[in-house]
């Protein structure tokens, strides 16, 4: 079974990344990266990515710490985990104190719903027991603020790659427990979270009067990480879709749905738990393919190596200068200004072909875009994209 989904990709990118596939999938390859792990709980087998600072890189990487530890990529279909609805199963044969509502997706990935104080510690103990490397993704959940800034954190997803804990601190008075904050801060966990210098942040100061600062002792923002890879300006749904091929399991309905009702709905559950489960997911494939980068056959960028931050801007003729972090934003601009709209479509058009347009761009160097030199530049793209 492939490592990613195969169903809507290119030819060329199945060769490409098959090749990386082989590196760790093939007996006596000899990669310094790559090593099989024993089955263990779940999964019949892992992809063992070690840390990079164990094999000689010719160039450090940019974002310190993010690929300093050894991490267990899971060998499964993410496309099934994320379209398939959750299962209840029977927990009746633990302690009846301890009995966590428990739920699984494909391929054994448990889910446990915590509503009550003392049913942290046990909790904790199982996700811990889980872990298959050091790991912790996490997420929040609230209700909507309908009235600006007055809800409460309602909810917070901590997962390793198979299982995930639903923490309803909104049934817990909204304490945080000492056993929690704890694990949170055990420098041997590395917590990963998306874009949490946003709302997350705001949310958890607001609610249990503590940050960033106050909460982890190591932390990785899987957004930081993807742009340094060429992923810029995504959401987290995109990134997933982008990495793992995993159909959109996003709903507006689902997310703007009351986090603090009486109980959490199936979908509701496979929302939160998808969220923190695939946020490690990501950060572990791109771990992967940072450990042993592969070219891309169609725009012959090796995926996985750290690049510098795209320099977009607009320099047409009568025009502000105006500096964008990714190509929609440019594209759209030179839209609104009348900018020769067409001929820059047609470039976004020919660069997305190979599903990593950002990455693309940055191999360009400093992209400007004028009236006078747009149909140049677009001869030299195509010529590039097909050489």
Known sequence: MSLFRDGSKSAKRKAAEALLHSRFSTPGSGSPCLERTPKRRHFSTSAHVRACSATPRKEPCSLSGWCDFDVCLPHLNWNDVSTTAVEEVDNTASPHHLRLPKYQLPYGIDIYVVEKSNQIDEALRLLKDSMEDSI?????????DFVKDTSKVALIQLSSASCCLLIRSCKMKQEFSAALLGFLRDPSHIVLGYAWGSADEKKMQKTFGMGRADLFTNFLDLQSVSECLGYQGLGLASLIQMVLGCASYKSKRVSMSNWEARS??????????LDAILTGQVFRALRLWHSAPSVCATCHQKLGEMLPKPDMF??????????FSNLDGLKSHTQRAS???????????????CERTPIRITALGKLQVSQGDLAQLHEGLIHWLVA
């Open 314 to 323: 607009c320099t047409n003729k009568g025009c502000k200068s105006r500096s």
């Open 136 to 144: 912790v993704s996490i997420d929040l959940e609230w209700k909507p």
């Open 264 to 273: 959490l709905s199936p979908s509701q559950l496979q929302y939160a738990a």
């Open 339 to 353: 900018h020769s709209p067409n001929v820059f479509s047609q470039i976004a058009i020919d660069l997305s072909r």
